[in-house]
């Protein structure tokens, strides 16, 4: 048999493989001390992580037959160009990171309005935006659509923040 037409091997496959399916029973065993017994719809909270589990299982035995049988096919290449993947935007990342570790920060104190306006302007800066002013007051903007829409109609609570006061004396809350 020549070199090339041997099964290729790869550790890393099976690696993954085994951890798949040691997911699947780990998360099978995790779902038998749930409780079965459903309640109105007779569905227990056990039921979608079975089918998590069973699916999980199913796909870590049918990647260790692919490893098994000469590797995974139809891998994609191993060079980013190649598979059509663009070029990874540090500032881009960076940017949309900050938004969402300052949304995180200031949903409790700062509000939801705020929070939502931050996250807009830093996403919207890290898609390429040179206008962070304009971009907070659109974000703003919508976060308080949202909120309004949520508090209002909705009749759901969501943290005011720092613009309680303002939402009181409108009526708001």
């Known amino acids: 048999m020549s070199e090339s037409a041997a099964p290729r091997r790869s550790i890393a496959e099976a690696v993954l493989s085994v951890g ?17 017994e459903g309640g109105y719809a007779r ?6 992580p079975g089918v998590a589990a069973t699916g999980l299982i199913l796909l870590g035995i049918w990647l260790l037959y692919e490893v098994a049988s000469g590797g ?5 290449p191993q060079d980013a160009e190649a598979r059509g993947e ?22 409790d104190t700062g ?8 996250l ?5 800066r890290g898609f390429g935006s040179p206008r962070f002013a304009r971009d907070l007051a659109i974000g703003f903007i919508m976060a308080l659509a949202v909120f309004m829409f949520f508090v209002l109609l909705l009749t759901v609570s969501l943290p005011a ?8 004396l409108a009526g708001i809350e």
């Open 72 to 76: 995974w096919r139809t891998m994609p």
């Open 43 to 48: 569905i227990g909270p056990n039921v979608m």
């Open 20 to 36: 798949v399916l040691l997911l699947g029973i780990a998360t099978a065993v995790g779902t038998s001390m749930l409780p079965s």
């Open 120 to 124: 807009f302007a830093c996403v919207a």
């Open 111 to 118: 509000g939801f309005v705020l929070a939502g306006a931050t």
């Open 86 to 107: 663009h070029v990874f935007h540090r500032a881009a990342f960076v940017w949309v990171s900050i938004g969402l570790f300052a949304h995180m920060a200031l949903i």
């Open 161 to 168: 923040g720092w613009l309680a006061p303002l939402f009181r």
